[in-house]
């Protein structure tokens, strides 16, 4: 299929990609509209809500001490920002390739065709890294079962579920995220009940580990910086709220309510976690190694706390695997449907799904079942250094992408004006900016971060040729 024809709207939308139902296939077949309201929050809700949270907040702990709330607050701050803006543009004009679309029709073909391939390769890749995760605690379970064995299962599984009708897709992550999202309201509760001394056997705890052990900040600033760079890529994976929505019955109306209904909540869950974990127990509690969330249970008296919890992170995981599967399958559908990726990943099957597309995209989780069968000790730390950073550059398309769209949107935009608004346009907006441009100056001076940000430069590098050659080929064509 040829890329669709520009519409008279500049850069405005191309009609196949603005209908409710998603975009057309050549033969006419549509992506299907299978997914529901409740389906498309909840995944606003789960989507970021996984090992990064559950695990990985035990590493800002370690460096940002009790600081650990403003480093997930400053994230968090930069990642609803990004969010906000997405949903604006997504909001108006819906379209399966979600970013990569608005990068385009912003910027120009070479935004689009960077920051859907940047994607696409980031969600592949970190696919075979929840698998990976994901078996490490299976194998831990059943360890009869090798771990490659665990990754190719799960890989078959959930290539099996997206290869269906998408009201699959849309069934397993909500009740996956209601998991998720209930582990962490019934974590909150019983949290908040110790730090009041209403649960049996504790006494209220008041601020002392707060203001005790080197006080709030101690490591100073410098800890909350650090806590910042441990998080920050915890908060991704919101984006495939965007590209879902292409698949519902009002995509404009079920975007804007999915991001309205998401970002202060996840905000919510992230600061008031941290903050129950620092306020009952001493920063320096924690272990290495071990989920914060098993710490505090086990404080607590939970039985099995620990099992409960790698019940909690596997389900996360899965979740993240099932929604990366699906957010790539869409995305690398969009960069054909514009003719940035092969035409034979636009066949659609008759019930709406790109199977080639995903099964393009699972290709890579196959792969990695070889390397866990090669390198099972050492194959999550260098898939996930890979390309982790990329995230940033993405984000930062995103803002300016929004940057360059809103007046026209506002132009073209029906009485009532837009349905989702950035807020203090242009102001904030450039501030997201600034804060990721500081984010990779202060990954380049942390040690173990720069290795993560040079290799995911180096791919971000790459793409960005390709798109770049690819522009100049075609103007000598014209």
Same mark, same amino acid.
């Given at each position: 299929?040829?890329?669709?024809?520009?519409?008279?709207?500049?850069?405005?939308?191309?009609?196949?990609?603005?209908?409710?139902?998603?975009?057309?296939?050549?033969?006419?077949?549509?992506?299907?509209?299978?997914?529901?309201?409740?389906?498309?929050?909840?995944?606003?809700?789960?989507?970021?809500?996984?090992?990064g949270l559950f695990v990985g907040s035990g590493a800002g702990i370690a460096v940002a001490g009790p600081g650990i709330v403003l480093s997930y607050l400053i994230a968090g701050a930069i990642a609803m920002l990004v969010m906000r803006m997405l949903g604006e543009m997504s909001a108006a004009l819906p379209a399966s390739g979600s970013f990569s679309v608005h990068a385009e029709r912003a910027l120009g073909r070479w935004a689009g065709f960077s920051a859907g391939w940047?994607?696409?390769?980031?969600?592949?890749?970190?696919?075979? #890294?929840?698998? /990976? =995760? &994901?078996?490490?605690? *299976?194998?831990?379970?059943? !360890?009869?079962?090798?771990? $490659?064995?665990?990754? %190719?299962?799960?890989? #078959?599984?959930? /290539? =099996? &579920?997206?290869?269906? *009708?998408?009201?699959?897709? !849309?069934?397993?992550?909500? $009740?996956?995220?209601? %998991?998720?999202?209930?582990?962490?309201?019934?974590?909150?509760?019983?949290?908040?009940?110790?730090?009041? !001394?209403?649960?049996?056997?504790?006494?209220?705890?008041?601020?002392?580990?707060?203001?005790?052990?080197?006080?709030?900040?101690?490591?100073?600033?410098?800890?909350?910086?650090?806590?910042?760079?441990?998080?920050?890529?915890?908060?991704?994976?919101?984006?495939?709220?965007?590209?879902?929505?292409?698949?519902?019955?009002?995509?404009?109306?079920?975007?804007?309510?999915?991001?309205?209904?998401?970002?202060?909540?996840?905000?919510?869950?992230?600061?008031?976690?941290?903050?129950?974990?620092?306020?009952?127990?001493?920063?320096?509690?924690?272990?290495?190694?071990?989920?914060?969330y098993v710490t505090v249970l086990d404080s607590l008296g939970v039985p099995s706390a620990g099992q409960i919890m790698n019940v909690v992170v596997f389900v996360a995981l899965l979740s993240a695997l099932n929604a990366n599967l699906y957010g790539s399958s869409r995305m690398v559908f969009s960069l054909a449907e514009r003719g940035e990726a092969p035409r034979g990943l636009l066949r659609v099957a008759p019930g709406g799904v790109p199977r080639r597309a995903v099964?393009?995209?699972?290709?890579?989780?196959?792969?990695?079942?070889?390397?866990?069968?090669?390198?099972?000790?050492?194959?999550?730390?260098?898939?996930?250094?890979?390309?982790?950073?990329?995230?940033?550059?993405?984000?930062?398309?995103?803002?300016?992408?929004?940057?360059?769209?809103?007046?026209?949107?506002?132009?073209?935009?029906?009485?009532?004006?837009?349905?989702?608004?950035?807020?203090?346009?242009?102001?904030?907006?450039?501030?997201?900016?600034?804060?990721?441009?500081?984010?990779?100056?202060?990954?380049?001076?942390?040690?173990?971060?720069?290795?993560?940000?040079?290799?995911?430069?180096?791919?971000?590098?790459?793409?960005?040729?390709?798109?770049?050659?690819?522009?100049?080929?075609?103007?000598?064509?014209?």
């Amino acid at each position: 299929m040829h890329p669709a024809p520009r519409t008279p709207l500049a850069d405005g939308p191309r009609a196949d990609e603005t209908q409710a139902g998603g975009p057309q296939t050549a033969g006419g077949e549509p992506l299907s509209p299978g997914l529901k309201q409740r389906h498309l929050t909840m995944l606003g809700l789960g989507g970021v809500i996984g090992a990064g949270l559950f695990v990985g907040s035990g590493a800002g702990i370690a460096v940002a001490g009790p600081g650990i709330v403003l480093s997930y607050l400053i994230a968090g701050a930069i990642a609803m920002l990004v969010m906000r803006m997405l949903g604006e543009m997504s909001a108006a004009l819906p379209a399966s390739g979600s970013f990569s679309v608005h990068a385009e029709r912003a910027l120009g073909r070479w935004a689009g065709f960077s920051a859907g391939w940047l994607y696409w390769l980031l969600l592949v890749v970190v696919l075979a #890294v929840e698998a /990976t =995760a &994901a078996a490490q605690i *299976a194998h831990g379970w059943v !360890g009869a079962v090798p771990q $490659w064995g665990w990754v %190719l299962t799960f890989m #078959v599984v959930f /290539t =099996a &579920a997206n290869l269906a *009708a998408v009201k699959n897709f !849309g069934e397993f992550e909500f $009740w996956f995220a209601a %998991l998720k999202v209930g582990a962490i309201v019934l974590f909150l509760l019983l949290g908040t009940l110790a730090v009041f !001394g209403l649960l049996p056997d504790t006494d209220p705890v008041g601020l002392s580990h707060l203001t005790g052990d080197g006080g709030f900040l101690p490591n100073g600033w410098a800890g909350v910086v650090s806590g910042v760079l441990a998080v920050v890529f915890a908060f991704g994976g919101l984006e495939v709220v965007t590209i879902a929505a292409a698949e519902t019955d009002d995509p404009a109306r079920a975007v804007g309510r999915a991001v309205r209904s998401a970002l202060f909540r996840i905000l919510f869950f992230y600061v008031g976690s941290m903050l129950v974990i620092v306020t009952l127990l001493p920063w320096t509690a924690q272990r290495a190694g071990l989920s914060p969330y098993v710490t505090v249970l086990d404080s607590l008296g939970v039985p099995s706390a620990g099992q409960i919890m790698n019940v909690v992170v596997f389900v996360a995981l899965l979740s993240a695997l099932n929604a990366n599967l699906y957010g790539s399958s869409r995305m690398v559908f969009s960069l054909a449907e514009r003719g940035e990726a092969p035409r034979g990943l636009l066949r659609v099957a008759p019930g709406g799904v790109p199977r080639r597309a995903v099964l393009a995209s699972v290709a890579f989780g196959f792969v990695s079942v070889l390397l866990n069968l090669r390198w099972p000790e050492t194959v999550f730390a260098y898939l996930l250094n890979s390309v982790g950073a990329v995230l940033l550059f993405v984000w930062a398309l995103i803002a300016l992408s929004q940057l360059r769209l809103r007046r026209r949107l506002e132009r073209s935009a029906p009485q009532g004006g837009l349905p989702l608004k950035m807020w203090a346009f242009p102001w904030l907006t450039r501030a997201t900016l600034a804060a990721i441009g500081a984010v990779v100056v202060l990954m380049l001076n942390d040690d173990g971060a720069r290795p993560q940000l040079l290799w995911s430069g180096a791919a971000t590098a790459l793409v960005l040729l390709v798109a770049v050659v690819r522009d100049v080929r075609d103007r000598g064509r014209k």
